[in-house]
Structure formats: structure tokens, C-alpha cells
């Protein structure tokens, strides 16, 4: 199907709109609407009209499959980051869970201020202090026995306000993109500033994102023969961090082209959005913005997580749209427990 | 269609070998042999019984498609590394070339050595030598800027013995090879000691295998706006070098699981050959042995361009295929000029 007419210059971007609107009503041949759970409006209209654009062969804006690439912060973006990032609470469970074998973390910092239930004190001893968690939870194993303590925690784990697990505080509006986007060809990826091996083990399942489609901060790995059996260690170093000027560096890294649409929710991914949006041809760019106080928690400029700043004033600027939570989405978080 | 009776305990390794070999021959499903640059034989014949047990639906050794991963070092085992690996020529070239605006070069080592075309003394220099001279050639530009210089050298460069293009010498079964797997459901990727970056503008046209299938080792990246354009310089330092033990790691830091083949030409593949073997379910692991003196150039133990000692001593022990050149390939290099 050719849709250039979606393109032409004599069209307004409402009339655009309503037609890209056209295209996801009930017809033979699309008949259900892709993103149930974006109220109709300029954000998903964003969405279906850059689609229908890059999709269409033979138009201005057509991108060959290779090139559809869509890259999606995780944390405040795909799920829920609020009161405090999923993988810090991991880091606080676990120094819990290890510390009847570590008797001198009651009187050693920072583990004592998490023991004490202390985070004002944990957070306050900044970067040192979290690096001394994260070589105490994250490294001293192997990658296959890692994977398994994230995906036991993450399946007894509750968020402390909704009482339900972590990788269930998923947004079921972005579900439905990733899943328009891969139905319309393309390849879906997550470029977080947490750990990609933090993700990896239950990304596939909960946003149908494979393991190599999965970008993040990166631990020290050592290749090892222990006992004949190779195996890969996690050691103390940071060896990544993908946060900032480090997602356009990630990225390439790992697919050595340009994405050509990308989502994120704070000022961590603002050169994301930026080096993106700045590519050839067409491209989306669209921020989270966590407005909706009742069914999430409303946040932006002064908040210690996901804060949005920067990248909140230069988003007209730059062309970025800004989803309203409150006001684009119909639903925040699937059922629970599933129905 | 079902192939269990592949892989039953009572079939000998022949029987097994001769069933595969039906399954190429002409008939109405499958109407050409799709490796007919192998000789039949014992390496042939691993390929193809690996590839209908682990594709075969309800088999013992079925892997699905998500884990149909196979990895392929570059030099020496996708193309020719000798008489100097490709992106060593590419350096001199480069030196060469920039050298007019260098004046100090003919004063200053390791430049001096390389513009008076001695190269023991360029290699005598060792680590230090070549990041000097990685600095001069392969960092100070953008990644764009990269790409092109990668490209206009490769298509204007002519290998100093076969007179034809580095990219022309690509050997013919290992392009089979790659096809015939992706036929069959796998992602192939390049694991290469090389740059990921120089590999990465041709792989694609030579191998089938796109930007995002290209692990290897790497240069730091800087994410920089420079006149209001984002752009991803490349800086002197070197962030990761993907050789030998590094090889398991940087395809576990990028795909985040283990490959089930692996296929490489030297000691620099061993941990990479060893990790993805040690594996759990069917495996394959081959080593190309350049056996082939009047066709290519035979060398293994003593040469110090891809090293073939350790490797060779184990593969045995550790099940992996040794692949004869001069015996299995029946040929070596697609015609050129092409046909």
C-alpha cells in the first residue's frame, strides 16, 4: 500500500492526523486499533503519522526495514522508576538478604545506612558508596548465576506502594508501541543507564525485547576456566555507563548506525533524543512526562529520579513531542494480577 | 519436516553424514547443493548434520530461532590476512598518505620506519608503536568521516600479491557458509580482533552481515555538538580490545548469550571456540587451517600473522573441525573481475 499522499506538502499536520487516524479504524484490512491505550490526540497522532511515513515504499520518507531502529530508555520510560530506580531497590534487598555472612557491614559504610534503612545516607555518599554496593550485589559471580539472582528477586520482589511486582509496573501504553513499531518492521531496543544484564534476563518476556536488543551500563567481565568449565565473572570495575553523552556512544557501539526514533522520560536522555532526531530524513523523538499524580506520581524538574529539566525546555525547540501521561494515556499499567 | 532419525543413538557418524548429504541432493524441496564450494568430506558433512539437528522441529537438539547464533572471526577465517592483516595495509596506506602534512614523521618513529617502507622495524616497536600509529589514522574524526575513509581506501587498494581488492578475497565457502546458515534461521555475526568501525561500511555488501552483527574491538568515543551537530568523535584510546579472552566477552556484552558455532583460524579464537563448545545441547566449533600454499599461503604454527598452535593441539580433545583448506575447499576465492 502506498500512502505518499500522507506526505504531501498541501497537507496540515491535523489533516495528516485524521487520516493517519483513518488508517487504525475498524477495515478489513487493519481491524483493531494498534495502541488501544493512547487517547487519540497529538502524541499518538505523532506516532501513526511517522509510521505510516517511514513505511510507506516508494514515499519521501520510506526507511528500508534494516534501517527501522526505535530505541527505548527503560527506567520512568518502559516502567515505573518512582520512589526509587527498580535496580537501586535490588542493590538494598540484596544487601539485606547477604548480610548475616558480613557481620563488619554493620559497622561499615555505606552498607551500615542500608541496613539502618538509612538511604538519605546511602544517597549522600555518592558515587564512592555506590560503587561499594554494586561490586558487594552485582559482581563476584558468574554472568549465568547473576541472571538467576535477578530474576528470583525480581519474582518475589513487591514495589512498596502497589504491592505488586516490578516487572509488572510496566506502561501498557508503550507495550502497545513496541509492539506497533516491530509489526511494522522494526527493531526495538533499550538503551538504559542501568545494567543491561539487570534487564536482560526478563526483558524478552516482559516487553518481547531480546537479550541482544538490550543496551546498558556495563560491569568489568573476565573470561575464566574454573574447574574446565568457562565461564564469564563479573568483576568490581564499571566498564560502561550508559547515561547521557554515553547512550549516543552505547548505541553506536552496539549497532554502529543512527536509531531514527527514540523515547526517554529525563535529562539522561537528552543527547539520546538529540543525536537521533538531528539524523537525515524523518525522525521522532517523544518524552514521558510523568504528569499524572493519582494513577503514577507527578515529577519532573526537582526530582532526584528522572529528572526532566533540560530536556523539557529545548523539546519545542527540537522538535520532541511530550507525551502528558495523564492526559495521552488511557491506562498506565496492565491488569494486576493479569486477567 | 522432522529429522529425529538424524540424530539417533544408533546412527553412526557416517550414516549421519551420508543422510545429510541426501538432504542436498537435487530434488523437488531442495533443488541445489548450497555449499558447493566444499568438497564432500568430514567437514562438509559437520556443517551440514549440525545444522538439520539443531533446525530439525521435535529433535533432541532443536534450538530455536531467537538462539541460532553463530560467530565468525574475520582474518584469516572470512578473509585473507596475509601476507599483513588487511587494517595493518589500511594504516601504512593511511601514514602514507597524510604524511605530506606531517613533516616530523620522517624524523619520528614508529612514522619514520613505516614511510621508509620498513616494516620488522615498525613491528619492532610493539603495543606502542601500533597506538601511535592508530592514533594518527584511525581517531580526530567523526564516525562518519571514518566510514567514508574506510570505503574510498578499500575500493582504491589492491592486495600486493593477487592484485585485486581485499574485499575480492573473501573466501567463496565461507560465504556459502554464512548464506546456508542464514537460510537456516541463524544470525551470523563477525567476531573480529579488528575494528568493529572498519569492518563495519563493507560487511554488509561482502558478507551479508549488517552493522549490528559486527563485534570487534574499539576506539573511544566522545558524543560532542560541534556547530550545532551531534557527532561521535573518535579519541586516541584504545576502550576494548576483542581478541582471545576478550572475545567471549565482547560477544556476551553485546548479544548477552552464548552462540552455539563458532568458527575461526587461530590461537586468537581459542577462548572464543572453548566458551561457545563448553555450551549446553549441540554445538560446532571449526578452525580453517590454511593448508593451501599454492592457492592462498599455508602457515600455522610459526607465523606471527594468525598464529595456529594451541588451537591446533586441542581441537581434537576439544571436538572442534579442522578445516583442511587445500583439501575441503574446492575454491578458495570468488572470480575476479567478478562474473
Same mark, same amino acid.
Given at each position: 500500500?502506498?500512502?505518499?499522499?500522507?506526505?504531501?506538502?498541501?497537507?496540515?499536520?491535523?489533516?495528516?492526523?485524521?487520516?493517519?487516524?483513518?488508517?487504525?479504524?475498524?477495515?478489513?484490512?487493519?481491524?483493531?486499533?494498534?495502541?488501544?491505550?493512547?487517547?487519540?490526540?497529538?502524541?499518538?497522532?505523532?506516532?501513526?503519522?511517522?509510521?505510516?511515513?517511514?513505511?510507506?515504499?516508494?514515499? &519521501?520518507?520510506?526507511?528500508p526495514?534494516?534501517?527501522?531502529?526505535? $530505541?527505548?530508555?527503560?527506567?520512568?520510560?518502559?516502567?515505573? /522508576?518512582?520512589?526509587?530506580?527498580? &535496580?537501586?531497590?535490588?542493590?538494598?534487598?540484596?544487601?539485606?538478604?547477604?548480610?548475616?555472612?558480613?557481620?563488619?557491614?554493620?559497622?561499615? /559504610?555505606?552498607?551500615?545506612?542500608?541496613?539502618?534503612?538509612?538511604?538519605?545516607?546511602? *544517597?549522600?555518599?555518592?558515587?564512592?558508596?555506590?560503587?561499594?554496593?554494586?561490586?558487594?550485589?552485582?559482581?563476584?559471580?558468574?554472568?549465568?548465576?547473576?541472571?538467576d539472582?535477578?530474576?528470583?528477586?525480581?519474582?518475589?520482589?513487591?514495589?512498596?506502594?502497589?504491592a505488586?511486582?516490578?516487572?509488572?509496573?510496566?506502561? &501498557?501504553?508503550?507495550?502497545?508501541?513496541l509492539?506497533?513499531?516491530?509489526?511494522?518492521?522494526?527493531?526495538?531496543?533499550?538503551?538504559?543507564?542501568?545494567?543491561?544484564?539487570? *534487564?536482560?534476563?526478563?526483558?524478552?518476556?516482559?516487553?518481547? $525485547?531480546?537479550?541482544?536488543?538490550?543496551?546498558?551500563?556495563?560491569?568489568?567481565?573476565?573470561?575464566?576456566?574454573?574447574?574446565?568449565?568457562?565461564?564469564? *565473572?563479573?568483576?568490581?570495575?564499571?566498564?560502561? $555507563?550508559?547515561?547521557?553523552?554515553?547512550?549516543?556512544?552505547g548505541?553506536?557501539?552496539?549497532?554502529?548506525e543512527?536509531?531514527?526514533?527514540?523515547?526517554?522520560?529525563?535529562?539522561?536522555?537528552?543527547?539520546?533524543? /538529540?543525536?537521533?532526531?538531528?539524523?537525515?530524513?524523518?525522525?521522532?523523538? #517523544?518524552?514521558?512526562?510523568?504528569?499524572?499524580?493519582?494513577?503514577?506520581?507527578?515529577?519532573?524538574?526537582?526530582?532526584?529520579?528522572?529528572?526532566?529539566d533540560?530536556?523539557?525546555?529545548?523539546?519545542?525547540?527540537?522538535?520532541?513531542?511530550?507525551i502528558? #501521561?495523564?492526559?495521552?494515556?488511557?491506562?498506565?499499567?496492565?491488569?494486576?494480577?493479569? &486477567?
Amino acid at each position: 500500500m502506498r500512502r505518499r499522499w500522507f506526505r504531501g506538502p498541501d497537507l496540515s499536520p491535523w489533516a495528516a492526523a485524521i487520516l493517519a487516524f483513518a488508517l487504525i479504524l475498524p477495515s478489513p484490512g487493519f481491524a483493531e486499533d494498534p495502541l488501544p491505550s493512547w487517547r487519540d490526540g497529538a502524541s499518538k497522532a505523532a506516532i501513526v503519522e511517522f509510521v505510516a511515513a517511514v513505511t510507506a515504499e516508494g514515499g &519521501q520518507d520510506f526507511v528500508p526495514a534494516q534501517g527501522r531502529l526505535a $530505541v527505548f530508555d527503560n527506567d520512568g520510560t518502559l516502567w515505573s /522508576e518512582q520512589p526509587i530506580y527498580v &535496580q537501586f531497590a535490588f542493590v538494598l534487598d540484596r544487601i539485606r538478604e547477604l548480610s548475616p555472612a558480613h557481620p563488619e557491614w554493620k559497622e561499615t /559504610e555505606p552498607f551500615k545506612s542500608v541496613l539502618a534503612g538509612n538511604i538519605k545516607n546511602v *544517597m549522600a555518599q555518592g558515587e564512592k558508596g555506590i560503587a561499594k554496593l554494586l561490586a558487594a550485589t552485582h559482581a563476584g559471580m558468574d554472568t549465568d548465576a547473576f541472571s538467576d539472582i535477578v530474576l528470583t528477586w525480581l519474582t518475589s520482589a513487591r514495589h512498596p506502594k502497589y504491592a505488586r511486582p516490578y516487572s509488572s509496573l510496566v506502561y &501498557q501504553p508503550m507495550l502497545e508501541l513496541l509492539a506497533y513499531l516491530r509489526a511494522n518492521g522494526f527493531r526495538t531496543y533499550i538503551v538504559s543507564g542501568g545494567g543491561a544484564d539487570f *534487564m536482560r534476563p526478563w526483558a524478552e518476556k516482559s516487553y518481547g $525485547v531480546p537479550p541482544d536488543q538490550v543496551i546498558g551500563s556495563m560491569i568489568d567481565l573476565k573470561y575464566e576456566v574454573q574447574d574446565g568449565k568457562p565461564v564469564l *565473572m563479573r568483576e568490581p570495575g564499571i566498564d560502561f $555507563v550508559d547515561d547521557g553523552p554515553g547512550k549516543p556512544v552505547g548505541i553506536y557501539r552496539q549497532l554502529g548506525e543512527r536509531p531514527i526514533a527514540a523515547f526517554g522520560n529525563s535529562d539522561g536522555d537528552y543527547q539520546m533524543l /538529540e543525536w537521533v532526531t538531528a539524523g537525515e530524513g524523518r525522525r521522532l523523538g #517523544m518524552i514521558v512526562h510523568h504528569t499524572d499524580e493519582l494513577r503514577e506520581t507527578a515529577y519532573d524538574r526537582d526530582s532526584p529520579v528522572g529528572k526532566l529539566d533540560k530536556a523539557l525546555d529545548d523539546a519545542a525547540a527540537k522538535g520532541w513531542h511530550v507525551i502528558d #501521561m495523564k492526559a495521552d494515556w488511557l491506562a498506565v499499567f496492565p491488569a494486576w494480577p493479569p &486477567q
